[in-house]
């Protein structure tokens, strides 16, 4: 009774909890396909207004450069992240491997609007240093948003690397690798869904993030975000539930792709991990 | 296998990441405007795509491309902060009288050159030289708007309505609106009380408050554009806004709620217009810019596409948009389009001190957590 009860209760309490997370985007996705504008009348289905948010060109514009800023900056980053993990990793010095973990963790615990509002003075700082009248652009934005996403790629990356067997990367250079050509041919393939998962990550944070992007935007790039806060004026209209139900879909796929990854990885370390333990027991025998 | 996808999914990333950065930038003439968002006929819904006309009319009129970065604020005081950082240049922005006001003091704005704009002819003598803008130096009007008091015809009693009393009746406990902001709030109650709503003195102000306190305990909830969802359900019964959005709101109205409309003996007037900042790289384009807002076509469309009144007579006495607006909205809208600058000079806002701003927000702090 009692075993049953509790039971009843995690279950309930579950369903609260998955209630709360996912009814606002339910109630998006479904008012997406309303035919009227109103957002508490469902008078019809219609896909109206997934029609009119392709017809706005506007809208597209900046959709576009949220995705253009995303990429590059996620490119950039999971490069820079990468190579940045694997010098951390190579540190000897445990104090000196404290410091720079600390230091690089810094633009992510940093609250948004101090890293925004920071790297908006550097920017008109070094802008005006150079008389330029316009000292934010496109640059300035892929910049600040590189920055932020760094420690996220590095974070992912380097427990990666802690986890890799380090005889390995010995063991190909003992063979005759050089250590580029050892990096690019043991330790690569054993962090890659590391570098996965950060890229993800990296391109994610990029795409929704407000605070920092409408700091650092100038006169000719706007996001899809900054463009979304602009429209209080008028009330924001059904094509954003669109445009919005869209990019739910996409970040969605994303994260499967990536939790698929992750699944894989894990059975694969299992099976190695099986592996070595059963040779062990061969050679003792 | 599945890691060479994975590999080759990534580079496809990487590279296109890079080419799309690499490319684009073309050389021609940029014009940098900022104005509200939503504040701009822009193509959707079949509308008219003001800024790619003007970039087509601009290079069959003058043969030269003309690129427009169009960008948009959600405030006047994010779009002076972004400006007075020094870190963007504009050639044409939007803000509201108050502060243009503010930048023309602090010498933020430069002198137009009205040769260049011949359509300012169009624009009707009450909406110039007003108080932002006494010699009629820096600004051309765009919009302006009057705020009302709109209610639901199936709820409210068309007795209790005609003033202010209505958001103080008690009658209508917990469905009443009221701003999510303190100025729109404290001039409310004091074209209530019939106060001077730019009043320096705080005794007039703690009147206002005093007012303020009477309704609170009356109000359902403080909004902003929230008003649309409630007040089109019909959540709530009333609530003041801009007499344009009024018809936003009876376009989305639910089967059961019947708004409807009407002005206050006294109320708010306010004024957006384009004007140059001192950042402007290219003045010249900018008055083209400016003049082909007041030009017909453009005109008409960003009248229709954003519901606002507009001072230009090549629209409001136009007959094609007179027929598209309807009746209602005409009567609504343009009510007072002939002795603006009267009413207006005797109920716009203008700026305050920052210790006035300070104190009011004070008041409103306290307001709110009782």
Same mark, same amino acid.
């Given at each position: 009774m009692g075993v049953s009860n509790t039971k009843l209760s995690s279950k309930i309490y579950t369903a609260v909890i998955f209630a709360f997370l996912?009814?606002? %985007?339910?109630?998006?996705? %479904?008012?997406?396909?309303?035919?009227?504008?109103? $957002?508490?009348?469902?008078?019809?289905?219609?896909?109206?207004?997934?029609?009119? $948010?392709?017809?706005?060109?506007?809208?597209?514009?900046?959709?576009?450069?949220?995705? %253009?800023?995303?990429?590059?900056?996620t490119a950039v980053s999971t490069v820079m992240g990468t190579a940045a993990a694997f010098g951390i990793y190579r540190i000897r010095k445990e104090w000196y491997k404290v410091l720079m973990n600390t230091v690089t963790n810094i633009p992510m615990v940093n609250p948004d609007i101090i890293t925004g509002i920071s790297m908006m003075l550097v920017f008109v700082f070094v802008g005006q240093f150079f008389g330029a009248s316009t000292s934010l652009n496109f640059w300035t934005i892929l910049i600040a948003h590189i920055t932020f996403c760094l420690p996220y790629v590095i974070l992912q990356v380097l427990p990666k690397l802690q986890q890799m067997d380090g005889a390995l990367l010995e063991a190909a250079q003992d063979l005759g690798c050089t250590p580029f050509r050892a990096f690019f041919k043991v330790t690569l393939p054993e962090i890659f869904p590391g570098i996965i998962t950060g890229a993800i990550m990296a391109f994610t944070l990029s795409l929704d993030d407000f605070v920092i992007s409408y700091f650092t935007s100038g006169n000719d790039f706007q996001t899809l975000p900054v463009r979304i806060y602009s429209m209080t004026k008028k009330t924001v209209t059904p094509k954003m539930y669109a445009l919005a139900t869209i990019i739910f879909f996409i970040t969605l796929s994303l994260l499967l792709i990536n939790n698929l990854i992750d699944n894989e990885d894990s059975r694969n370390l299992r099976k190695i991990k099986k592996n070595r333990k059963n040779k062990k027991y061969v050679l003792a025998k | 296998m599945n890691r060479k996808i994975l590999a080759i999914c990534l580079v496809l990333v990487i590279l296109s990441g890079l080419c799309l950065t690499g490319c684009g930038g073309?050389?021609?003439?940029?014009?940098?405007?900022?104005?509200?968002?939503?504040?701009?006929?822009?193509?959707?819904?079949?509308?008219?795509?003001?800024?790619?006309?003007?970039?087509?009319?601009?290079?069959?009129?003058?043969?030269?491309?003309?690129?427009?970065?169009?960008?948009?604020?959600?405030?006047?005081?994010?779009?002076?902060?972004?400006?007075?950082?020094?870190?963007?240049?504009?050639?044409?922005?939007?803000?509201?009288?108050?502060?243009?006001?503010?930048?023309?003091?602090?010498?933020?704005?430069?002198?137009?050159?009205?040769?260049?704009?011949?359509?300012?002819?169009?624009?009707?003598?009450?909406?110039? *030289?007003?108080?932002?803008?006494?010699?009629?130096?820096?600004?051309?009007?765009?919009?302006?708007?009057?705020?009302?008091?709109?209610?639901?015809?199936?709820?409210?009693?068309?007795?209790?309505? *005609?003033?202010?009393?209505?958001?103080?009746?008690?009658?209508?406990?917990?469905?009443?609106?009221?701003?999510?902001?303190?100025?729109?709030?404290?001039?409310?109650?004091?074209?209530?009380?019939?106060?001077?709503?730019?009043?320096?003195?705080?005794?007039?102000?703690?009147?206002?408050?005093?007012?303020?306190?009477?309704?609170?305990?009356?109000?359902?909830?403080?909004?902003?554009?929230?008003?649309?969802?409630?007040?089109?359900?019909?959540?709530?019964?009333?609530?003041?806004?801009?007499?344009?959005?009024?018809?936003?709101?009876?376009?989305?109205?639910?089967?059961?709620?019947?708004?409807?409309?009407?002005?206050?003996?006294?109320?708010?007037?306010?004024?957006?217009?384009?004007?140059?900042?001192?950042?402007?790289?290219?003045?010249?384009?900018?008055?083209?810019?400016?003049?082909?807002?007041?030009?017909?076509?453009?005109?008409?469309?960003?009248?229709?596409?954003?519901?606002?009144?507009?001072?230009?007579?090549?629209?409001y006495e136009n007959e094609g948009y007179i027929e598209s607006m309807g009746d209602e909205a005409m009567d609504i809208l343009y009510k007072y389009v002939d002795d603006f600058a009267q009413h207006y000079e005797a109920n716009a806002y203008h700026n305050l001190t920052p210790e006035m701003l300070g104190y009011i927000n004070t008041l409103w702090e306290t307001l709110k957590i009782n």
């Open positions: 996912f009814a606002p %985007i339910v109630i998006l996705l %479904i008012f997406s396909f309303n035919e009227s504008k109103s $957002l508490s009348v469902f008078s019809d289905f219609s896909f109206k207004w997934y029609k009119e $948010l392709f017809n706005d060109r506007s809208t597209l514009e900046s959709v576009k450069n949220s995705v %253009i800023l995303a990429l590059a900056a | 073309e050389e021609a003439l940029t014009l940098n405007v900022y104005n509200w968002g939503e504040y701009i006929s822009d193509g959707s819904e079949g509308s008219f795509d003001t800024i790619r006309e003007f970039e087509k009319w601009y290079e069959q009129t003058y043969g030269t491309k003309v690129k427009v970065n169009y960008t948009t604020f959600s405030s006047n005081e994010d779009m002076y902060s972004k400006i007075s950082s020094g870190a963007v240049s504009y050639d044409v922005i939007i803000p509201s009288d108050y502060m243009i006001a503010r930048m023309a003091s602090e010498d933020m704005l430069l002198p137009l050159n009205y040769d260049n704009i011949p359509n300012y002819q169009y624009i009707n003598e009450d909406f110039k *030289g007003l108080y932002y803008d006494p010699q009629g130096q820096y600004t051309v009007p765009y919009a302006y708007g009057i705020i009302g008091v709109i209610y639901n015809a199936n709820e409210v009693d068309e007795a209790d309505t *005609g003033s202010w009393d209505l958001l103080w009746n008690e009658k209508y406990t917990d469905k009443i609106l009221q701003f999510n902001n303190s100025r729109d709030a404290f001039g409310m109650a004091m074209y209530k009380l019939g106060l001077d709503v730019n009043s320096e003195d705080t005794a007039v102000w703690d009147t206002a408050y005093e007012e303020l306190l009477l309704q609170r305990p009356l109000v359902y909830s403080l909004v902003m554009d929230e008003i649309y969802n409630m007040m089109e359900s019909g959540e709530a019964a009333i609530g003041a806004y801009y007499a344009g959005d009024y018809f936003t709101m009876v376009d989305a109205q639910a089967e059961n709620v019947d708004l409807k409309f009407y002005y206050p003996e006294r109320t708010n007037y306010y004024i957006d217009a384009m004007c140059i900042p001192k950042c402007c790289e290219n003045k010249e384009l900018a008055e083209i810019f400016i003049n082909y807002m007041l030009s017909e076509e453009p005109a008409i469309a960003n009248a229709e596409y954003t519901y606002y009144a507009s001072p230009n007579r090549l629209v």
